[in-house]
């Protein structure tokens, strides 16, 4: 059985064969912890170009995931966007968040690489609109690759009761399209990858898979429309067996956190 940091690094290394410039790769879960394998891949494609600082990152999730680490363990999905700006992002924008502790929100007062826009303020029943406005103006103004992560829960509760933390109080369907037409609509920004995650099983109504699915299939139509209308270039596809695999997880964090595990 591979180590935890050991499969991050397994990730990252499948990741990158996908981060050339020439397909759009779309990631499909399972935890929300895929999110800093996947950030560590993105260095590797044309638009990154080995400097992760132009990377923004753009989130939709009930919970900020900004924990330094949850039960002792620094890459539980808790901690997604905290590691994934560990590992370089330059940037962070996240929106349905309603779930946060203390230490969270003092990174999101403390650390100016942060813009978050709380679920309390944007799904306000009177004073929403003005919130909501402000997150879309917020997505227009990015410029250089983004990666999209939408944590289903970001969601309300009502429409994705199958995921492992399910919130009341989240997002409407139309909110979470808006977001990613919005984005992709960006003339200067260029959304590079995007994964959709933390859908759990459930048998008894198919409600929050076909959710996910819905946004899922505008997330790539969306791509598809920026390529046609020219907000994509498609890079060379033979860069990538250039790359060695590397074992950036296991090098950089196993002696940082070995003590937590
Ligand atoms: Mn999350």
Redesign the pocket.
């Known amino acids: 059985m591979p180590t935890l940091l050991e499969q991050l690094d397994e990730m990252a290394n499948h990741a990158r064969t996908f981060m050339t410039g020439a397909v759009f790769p779309l990631f499909l879960g399972g935890e929300?912890g895929i999110?800093p394998p996947l950030v560590h891949a993105a260095r590797h494609h044309p638009e990154v170009d080995g400097d992760l600082s132009k990377l923004t990152l753009v989130?939709l999730?009930?919970?900020a995931?900004l924990r330094s680490s949850l039960d002792g363990e620094p890459f539980s999905?808790?901690c997604?966007?905290a590691r994934a700006l560990d590992v370089g992002a330059g940037r962070l924008l996240q929106a349905g968040i309603r779930a946060y502790a203390k230490e969270e929100a003092e990174r999101m007062e403390g650390d100016d690489r942060i813009t978050s826009f709380l679920a309390k303020s944007t799904q306000h029943p009177h004073h929403g609109a003005a919130a909501w406005s402000a997150w879309l103006e917020a997505l227009r103004s990015i410029e250089g690759p983004v990666h999209l992560?939408l944590?289903i829960?970001?969601l309300d509760g009502t429409l994705v009761p199958a995921t492992g933390t399910p919130v009341p109080g989240g997002l409407s369907f139309w909110q979470a399209v808006e977001t990613i037409e919005v984005l992709f609509g960006n003339p200067k920004a260029v959304v590079i990858s995007a994964d959709v995650?933390?859908i759990a099983v459930q048998t008894d109504s198919p409600l929050t898979q076909f959710t996910a699915a819905s946004l899922a299939t505008r997330i790539l139509a969306h791509h598809v429309l920026a390529r046609r209308e020219g907000r994509w270039v498609q890079a060379d596809s033979q860069a990538v067996s250039e790359h060695a695999s590397d074992s950036f997880f296991q090098t950089t964090f196993g002696g940082e956190f070995s003590a937590s595990s």
Do not use: Y
Request: hydrophobic share 30%; aromatic share 0%; net charge negative.
């Open positions: 929300h999110l989130q999730d009930a919970h995931d999905h808790a997604a966007a992560t944590d829960d970001g995650n933390e």
